[in-house]
């Protein structure tokens, strides 16, 4: 034994001998919570992901990230509707993180610079056909390829893309974006064929031998309702409006035009009419602005642009030169009523937005498939009935918009992969959900939100030009970093620093901490001090 | 590729670390390799706001002066509950005597290694609120007006901890201790006494003085760096709240400093040769309850037969700090910035 100072008979330890870890009641566990972005996402995205990729300026990675649940990154930072916006906890604190904007700052970045899409999967020999070249479509096609399926995709217009070329404006979705994108997606090596119209849907699978087939038909047929007119009286829809103006052939208009309808679609078309020259340019609704089903700044775009509102109107004649529209109000529960009081609107077309339905013809011969209220039924997976027929986008039940019907394809996709492997698509249980009281916001730094650049109003009004333009990289880069990690550890090394006992080990890179249970009291600061709420506190077991 | 750089980081400097800051900009905490002044299997409480401020503060100097440190200890929490004998959690070379004799012993420790030629190893002298501005305030106060080379830190927790929570010279109006009960017509400690121990400090003229908090990591970090580039008498003023003393719950140990700072009621400030140079101006104002309410040694402001009376008496002093160090004036001086130059 060494000999020891005078007076002392133990020898010196260090305190590591003394596991306090025994007096927790109660351990930190980190947890990975659902942010409110990704949950709000119908193409499911992993936005806090992309975002955290983002904002290490690792753009490339950010849009992997991203385009491995959706490739349509430049298309959808543009027509987007953003319901991640709408829930991101940042606009609790000052304004959202604008999502979108970068969003299409990745896919605009990601065109110019030519980066592929991830390769298709190794061959299954299994053979899929998808029919509809929509965002539905084109999207299960996708991810169908990247399990390594043999994929068939036709569609009866001339062009790929539905509804992305054929309703959504120019000045909202310019086509050479939406055409870099659908090639990067067919280069994966699909079997396109246009102007290909399929009518009975079991002969042309056994004719083409396809183990399983993906309804994305969409839905285009517009909806009329009987409105008494006088011979000279213009009368068209939206979707023929919106589909001949894609096709540089737009129908004459007239300088006064009436637009009847409250979707979108009747925003679109009226913001259309406008720059086709119409002077006036009237959306006619039968209810009032708050139940306008048309997204918000869609329509406060619109009347940016001139477009003037009918609120509580319903058309009842159409008169040589003028409408005849009936005054409403709403009853107790919201519903319109007539008033019986009537009103008049010079117009020289009226233009019909009132829905759109779908062509599900080619299903007559289909047995066991329930058709409901004109739309598919259709399981979790997206099956439509037992024998491999899967649906998506807007011929099934949900909200019609393009992101909608990404996140179907998708699911299809998968569906469609566990179908042909003999097995029930299961999902993973989800994480709880990331709220803002989950957060400790004193730690993140205030930053206004970043505005993109708009086009000048004159040259909105005139031209088909598009008319927000995109994020400069540095303000791409802030955008990013103003985003707050919502329940997903982004390394701030708070809880390796906080903790009174040292008991966090920070492994480095991006494989976060870990926490030394021999030495770890329970206090819960880390818990509490955590900006993101990734640490959860459980009951210790005794 | 950028043309300006981006001058934000999502956490900014308020974070412990962050990823997207170059290393120079990182805190000593951050760092996986940080000394660990105070080790792992210390007897402190859990939650401790002094263990904390400790390894803080050592960690830092010890990066200053490439752990070419010794420390002196006086008696009291943070002595006791880091070296049980045999234990030890220090991995600093350590030193303790006395209660009240800390200062002097490591102005002897200065003079010892002027003597043997090693003035490059720096001396740190550190106790309590008690042992600084009571009992040993005699050695401190000489130590000063000597002028001795040792950083002096008091980690101030408000009371005699160790002992059972004795009212010190540092304690705060109203507040309740074992020795100033919550009883009577001024329940708890008195109004008007007590020592502003940083400001007798720059009384003496010394190069530098300055107030910190375990709420602003960076902050505490720079200025334990920016002491350690003078050679004279200097000290560092640490809140350190005590979960056990003040009756807060262990986890809010930071959130009850942060409070403090960020109702006035306890200013953040350096100050070199007996003169404020900068403060660092509150970020979100808060009222003094939002801090007093998280107490229970203020339990009896609060409630049924609360004291809004005395809560507004401290109120007045958080608003009278708030004047005097102009800490509601724009961000000119000071930290917990959220740029930095990259
Ligand atoms: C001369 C002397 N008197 C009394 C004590 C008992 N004692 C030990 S620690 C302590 C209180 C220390 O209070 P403080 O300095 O504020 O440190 P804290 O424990 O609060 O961190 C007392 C009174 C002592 N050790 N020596
Ligand atoms: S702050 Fe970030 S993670 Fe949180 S909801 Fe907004 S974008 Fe998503
Ligand atoms: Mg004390």
């Known amino acids: 034994m060494k000999e020891l100072p005078f007076a002392i008979t133990l020898e010196v330890g260090s305190s590591h001998a003394n596991r306090t870890g025994s007096w927790r009641v109660e351990r930190p566990v980190y947890v990975d919570r659902m942010p409110p972005c990704n949950n709000a996402c119908p193409a499911g995205e992993n936005i806090q992901r992309w975002l955290y990729e983002a904002e290490s300026g690792d753009y490339e990675t950010a849009w992997r990230q991203l385009a491995d649940d959706n ?236 477009v003037t509102m009918r609120w509580l109107s319903t058309v009842s004649r159409f008169e040589g030169d003028h409408l005849v529209l009936e005054k409403m109000r709403l009853n107790d529960k919201g519903f319109p009523e007539p008033t019986g009081e009537f009103d008049e609107l010079d117009a020289d077309s009226l233009v019909l937005a009132l829905g759109q339905d779908t062509d599900l013809s080619l299903l007559d011969e289909e047995p066991g498939i329930t058709i409901e209220e004109g739309v598919i039924e259709v399981s979790p997976a997206m099956m439509a009935g037992g024998n491999g027929i899967f649906a998506g986008g807007d011929a099934v039940p949900s909200e019609r918009t393009a992101t909608v019907a990404i996140g179907h394809g998708k699911r299809a996709a998968r569906g469609i992969g566990a179908y042909l492997a003999g097995q029930i698509l299961v999902d993973p249980p989800c994480n709880e959900l990331a709220t803002f009281d989950h957060l400790n916001t004193w730690y993140y730094s205030d930053a206004p939100r970043t505005r993109r650049p708009e086009l000048e109003q004159a040259r909105r009004q005139s031209t088909f030009d598009e008319i927000f333009g995109g994020l400069t990289e540095d303000n791409a880069l802030f955008e990013a970093r103003r985003c707050l990690s919502c329940g997903n550890c982004f390394e701030c090394d708070n809880c390796f620093g906080v903790c009174p006992d040292n008991a966090v080990i920070k492994l480095g890179g991006s494989a976060r901490y870990e926490f030394d249970y021999d030495f770890c009291k329970g206090c819960g600061i880390c818990a509490q001090e955590c900006p993101c709420g990734a640490i959860d506190m459980v009951p210790e077991r005794i | 590729m950028t043309s300006q750089p981006v001058r934000f980081y999502q956490v900014g400097s308020f974070a412990v670390g962050n990823r997207l800051f170059d290393k120079e900009n990182r805190t000593v905490q951050s760092d996986p390799h940080r000394s660990n002044s105070l080790d792992s299997g210390h007897r402190a409480c859990q939650g401790c706001g002094e263990a904390l401020g400790a390894r803080y503060a050592l960690d830092a100097a010890m990066r200053a002066t490439g752990g070419q440190l010794i420390a002196v200890n006086a008696t009291g929490c943070l002595e006791v509950f880091s070296t049980p004998y045999p234990e030890t959690s220090w991995r600093v070379a350590w030193l303790h005597s006395l209660f009240a004799n800390a200062p002097a012993v490591a102005t002897g420790v200065a003079a010892a290694l002027k003597v043997k030629g090693m003035q490059d190893v720096r001396v740190v002298g550190q106790a309590g609120d008690g042992g600084t501005v009571d009992i040993g305030f005699g050695c401190l106060s000489g130590m000063f007006e000597r002028n001795d080379d040792v950083l002096f830190i008091c980690y101030d927790n408000e009371a005699y901890m160790n002992t059972g929570v004795q009212r010190s010279g540092a304690t705060p109006p109203a507040a309740r201790t074992a020795t100033t009960e919550a009883v009577g017509a001024e329940p708890g400690n008195v109004f008007g006494q007590g020592k502003d121990l940083p400001r007798l400090a720059m009384a003496h003229g010394i190069d530098y003085v300055a107030t910190a908090t375990v709420a602003d990591l960076h902050d505490l970090e720079a200025k334990v760096e920016r002491a350690m580039q003078f050679h004279g008498a200097r000290y560092l003023h640490i809140l350190v709240p005590c979960p056990l003393g003040w009756g807060s719950a262990p986890n809010d140990t930071i959130r009850v400093a942060r409070l403090a700072a960020e109702s006035g009621i306890f200013p953040v400030f350096e100050a070199e040769h007996g003169e404020v140079t900068a403060v660092s101006p509150i970020r979100h104002r808060e009222p003094v309850e939002s801090y007093l309410s998280l107490q229970s040694r203020y339990a009896h402001l609060f409630g049924e037969h609360g004291r809004p009376d005395i809560v507004a008496r401290i109120q007045a002093i958080a608003d009278h700090n708030i004047s005097t160090y102009g800490l509601l004036e724009e961000q000119a001086v000071g930290t917990g910035s959220n740029e930095t130059s990259p």
């Not at chain 1, 909202?172 to 399929?198: Q, S, W, Y």
């Not at chain 1, 079991?202 to 038909?217: K, Q």
């Open chain 1, 71 to 306: 490739p349509f990154p430049a298309v959808m930072g543009r027509i987007c509707y953003h319901p991640c916006e709408t829930t991101c906890n940042r606009a609790q604190l000052n304004e959202a993180v604008g999502i979108n904007s970068i969003e299409r700052f990745l896919g605009d970045l990601a065109i110019e610079r030519g980066w592929p899409l991830p390769r298709a999967g190794s061959d299954t020999g299994k053979r899929v056909l998808v029919v509809g070249g929509g965002p539905s479509g084109l999207s299960a096609a996708y991810h169908l390829r990247r399990l390594g399926h043999e994929v068939r995709l036709v569609d009866s217009a001339p062009e790929l893309g539905g509804m992305m070329r054929y309703g959504i404006p120019a000045y909202r979705l310019p086509r050479e974006v939406l055409v870099a994108e659908v090639e990067r997606i067919i280069a994966l090596g699909i079997h396109v064929e246009l102007d290909h119209t399929v009518h009975d849907i079991e002969s042309e699978r056994r004719n083409g031998g396809f183990d399983a087939v993906f309804l994305a038909v969409g839905a285009q047929l517009a909806r009329r309702v009987e409105i008494p007119a006088g011979d000279s009286s213009r009368i068209l829809d939206a979707v023929s409006l919106l589909h001949r103006t894609a096709e540089h052939d737009p129908p004459l208009l007239g300088r006064r035009v009436a637009i009847y309808g409250g979707g979108d679609t009747a925003v679109d078309a009226a913001r259309t009419a406008r720059r086709l020259g119409a002077t006036d340019a009237v959306i006619v609704y039968r209810r009032n602005r708050e139940r306008m089903p048309a997204h918000g700044d869609q329509i406060e775009e619109a009347i940016e642009e001139g």
